[in-house]
């Protein structure tokens, strides 16, 4: 008597299938409609990556959902997290990093970093962008004690691609992202109408994944730190 034995076919699928990762998803679920908005369209350098934005409706204003997913040949990618606004995208030169600049609400905005890993855009930090830049604000001795309460917003500065060339610096490609960070508050003196903080900027690493200040914005941002608006 023969001791040999054969997996049925219907078997050998399915310990095919849990041993192996789970498959992506196609695209969005029911009921998000592609946005005709040629403002929120945005093609990689390289060609490679279109990124679309997905809009699901409500009769509630604030229930209003957006979701953005990478087009990469066949393949088709989210791009998380989920949002209530439509977005705007810089991409560096090589194609290989994205940063999402996230509106969340009057005045309100934040970022988030991807990265092409095993082809496709993933979330490259487990905080956001923004989340990274303002721990590094109020970590240092000269920015730490100011609370801002509103209008807090991280913005990518313009140059993402080529360098920040218009600054007449030299840095690499690809290497680093100009972020300024704004912001009001409620405590001010009386005779002030708005008091804040307008555009302090800072640098983060893509290499290293690390923040600086390089020297040529002290003066800018020691006059961030004094913004004010009289009425």
């Known amino acids: 008597m023969t001791s040999s034995f054969r997996t049925a076919p219907w078997l050998a699928l399915a310990l095919m299938l849990a041993a192996s990762p789970a498959l992506a998803a196609s ?9 005709d908005n040629k403002d929120l369209a945005f093609t990689s350098p390289d060609g490679a990556t279109k990124l679309e ?5 409500s009769e509630d204003l604030f229930g209003v959902k957006w979701q953005v997913w990478a087009r990469r040949g066949d393949q088709m990618t989210e791009l998380k997290p989920e949002q209530g606004y439509g977005a705007g995208f810089r991409f560096t030169s090589d194609s290989q990093w994205l940063v999402r600049m996230q509106k969340t609400g ?11 890993e095993n082809g496709a855009f993933v979330n490259a930090t487990k905080k956001s962008l923004s989340d990274l830049a303002w721990a590094y604000f109020h970590s240092r001795p000269d920015t730490k004690n100011m609370k801002l309460d509103y209008h807090i917003s991280a913005n990518l500065m313009k140059g993402t691609e080529d360098g920040y ?6 840095w690499p490609n690809n290497r680093y992202l100009l972020i300024s960070l704004s912001g009001e508050m409620d405590k001010h003196p009386k005779n002030v109408a708005v008091k804040g ?3 302090w900027r800072c640098r983060y ?11 040529m914005f002290a003066k800018e941002n020691a006059a961030a730190l004094e913004w004010e608006i009289r009425r």
Not at 106 to 116: I, M, P, R
Not at 165 to 170: A, E, F, K, P, T
């Open 27 to 35: 695209g969005p679920p029911p009921g998000y409609v592609l946005t």
């Open 165 to 170: 060339r218009w600054l007449g610096v030299d």
């Open 53 to 57: 934005q997905y809009m699901k409706d």
């Open 197 to 199: 903080l307008a555009n």
């Open 106 to 116: 009057s005045g309100s905005q934040d970022l988030f970093l991807y990265h092409v």
């Open 205 to 215: 690493d893509l290499k290293t994944g690390t923040f600086d200040v390089p020297k």
